[in-house]
Nanobody
Framework: QVQLVESGGGLVQAGGSLRLSCAAS????????MGWYRRAPGKQRELVAI???????DYEDSVKGRFTISRDNAKNTVSLQMNSLKPEDTAVYYC?????????WGQGTQVTVSS
């Protein structure tokens, strides 16, 4: 079993920054992918950024150049630095860990960007 605990959401004005963090525990394994997804009101969940245990990264187009994902494999943590936030970034952000064909999810953390 894998547990994911997120922190760092909140309310920020447009143009501001937030940093999300996620700590993983349990049967994590050495080969996995960690990342962040979000679900905005009335929309489907979408990928924001992912990073493999080998360092490969991928970002949703609208966040490229503004968001940066990082991870500490020794501490089993993944973070998302979000800069130049826009109102359209408002959503519940979910930490994700994928391994061996399974997806594990955190409880979600609210990010609200005011205009």
């Amino acid at each position: 079993q894998v547990q994911l605990v997120e922190s760092g959401g909140g309310l920020v004005q447009a143009g501001g920054s937030l940093r999300l963090s996620c700590a993983a525990s349990g049967n994590i394994g050495s080969i996995n992918r960690m990342g962040w997804y979000r679900r905005a009101p009335g929309k489907q969940r979408e990928l924001v950024a992912i990073m493999s245990s080998g360092g490969y990264t991928d970002y949703e187009d609208s966040v490229k150049g503004r968001f940066t994902i990082s991870r500490d494999n020794a501490k089993n943590t993944v973070s998302l630095q979000m800069n130049s936030l826009k109102p359209e970034d408002t959503a519940v952000y979910y930490c994700n860990l994928a391994k061996s064909g399974y997806d594990y999810w955190g409880q979600g953390t609210q990010v609200t960007v005011s205009s």
